[in-house]
């Protein structure tokens, strides 16, 4: 079985630009979430979706956004790009949001911004 | 979330157990507590959790002790693909999926 997936693998941004990266869970599961990694540290929650509306969102500033589409597909969005912006996106897929329910990662998207 | 403390780095002999240890003192009756791990340049992969028993799966065991306080990850085995970090994670059983990860354990195994 595929497990999640994310594209792109890699990918160099100029300060100011937009990016969009793309998540998609393992099949039949409802909910995604969204981590940013930076160098050295452990994940920070971004965004969690279920059922395509948001259920979580972590403190991070209005220019991350996300959504989750019929498919559950996700995309992350982060406009006017900073420096600090450059981290590991982690997308993680499980059955359902509540309760226990193990969550699975993909491998990132490693953003870099110039 | 109730927060964690784990030491930074620990290294373990190939085949040996490796013990890591976890606490989180403010830990609250409704929360478990997880194991992730993370090998360089993947996502993270669950390992186990539990409430107050002790659990083991094939990956590991944990021990989580009476008062809740403080756990230990126990790696019976460890092999060279066992380095990574690893991570304790508190969380309420219910809430809704986020994952508070603090900086983790770097477990390096040595043949």
């Known amino acids: 079985d595929a497990g999640v997936t994310q594209s792109p693998t890699h990918l160099i941004k100029t300060r100011g630009q937009h990016v969009t990266l793309r998540c998609s869970p393992i099949?039949?599961?409802?909910?995604v979430s969204w981590y940013q990694q930076v160098l050295g540290q452990g994940p920070q929650f971004i965004f969690q979706?279920?059922?395509?509306?948001?259920?979580g969102r972590g403190n991070f500033p209005d220019r991350f956004s996300a959504r989750q589409f019929p498919n559950y597909s996700s995309e992350l969005n982060v406009n006017a790009l900073l420096l600090g912006d450059s981290a590991l996106y982690l997308c993680?897929?499980?059955?359902?949001?509540?309760?226990?329910?193990?969550?699975?990662f993909g491998p990132g998207t490693r953003l870099t911004v110039l | 979330d109730a927060k964690t403390t784990q030491p930074p780095s620990m290294d373990c002999a190939e085949g040996r157990a490796a013990n890591l240890p976890c606490n989180h003192s403010?830990?609250?009756?409704?929360?478990?507590v997880y194991w992730y791990r993370q090998i360089h340049s993947q996502g993270p992969q669950y390992i186990i959790h539990?409430?107050?028993n002790n659990e083991t799966n094939e990956m590991a065991s944990l021990i989580i002790t009476e008062d809740r306080k403080s756990s230990t990850l126990i790696l019976p085995h460890a092999t060279l693909r066992d380095t990574a970090v690893y991570y304790c994670?508190?969380?309420?059983?219910?809430?809704?999926?986020?994952?508070?990860f603090g900086a983790g354990t770097q477990v390096v195994v040595t043949p």
């Open positions: 099949s039949g599961h409802k909910s």
């Open positions: 403010t830990i609250s009756g409704n929360e478990y």
């Open positions: 994670i508190v969380r309420v059983l219910g809430s809704w999926g986020k994952l508070q």
């Open positions: 993680a897929s499980s059955l359902w949001s509540a309760g226990y329910n193990e969550q699975f």
């Open positions: 979706y279920y059922e395509k509306e948001e259920r």
């Open positions: 539990g409430l107050k």
